[in-house]
């Protein structure tokens, strides 16, 4: 197999191209969150709040908004968007909504984003 840079031929060790599209087959849906999630986190108020979530475990919504300084109607779109994607869930706590990230999603954005 040749390689644009350069002029020599480069030696394939099949048994490693094997063992790489094995590893993609098996991390394929894992891969596939990561893509989703990256996609998610292209946006820096989304980015903020999910960071923001990561050092405070909860916030509210009016938390959110008075931290970040956003109006809490933009500020819905975006937590809508990162619920609707699995990556932050609600619960009624008395009259307040707080938001979290989801459980199973936490040591993928810690390492991502600390």
Do not use: W
């Not at 609707?84 to 009259?95: F, P, Q, Y």
């Amino acid at each position: 197999m040749s390689n644009d840079n350069s002029s020599r031929a480069e030696k394939v060790d099949e048994k490693i191209i094997q063992n790489a599209k094995n590893t993609l087959m098996q991390k394929k849906h894992e891969l596939h969150n990561l893509s989703v999630l990256f996609s998610f986190l292209g946006n820096e108020e989304r980015i903020q709040i999910v960071y923001l979530l990561l050092k405070h475990k909860k916030l509210s919504l009016c938390s959110l908004s008075a931290i970040l300084n956003i109006k809490t109607r933009l500020l819905e779109k975006d937590l809508k968007k990162l619920k609707d994607a699995g990556i932050l869930h609600s619960k009624r706590e008395t009259s307040i909504l707080c938001y979290f990230i989801k459980p199973s999603l936490l040591k993928q954005i810690k390492i991502l984003l600390l």
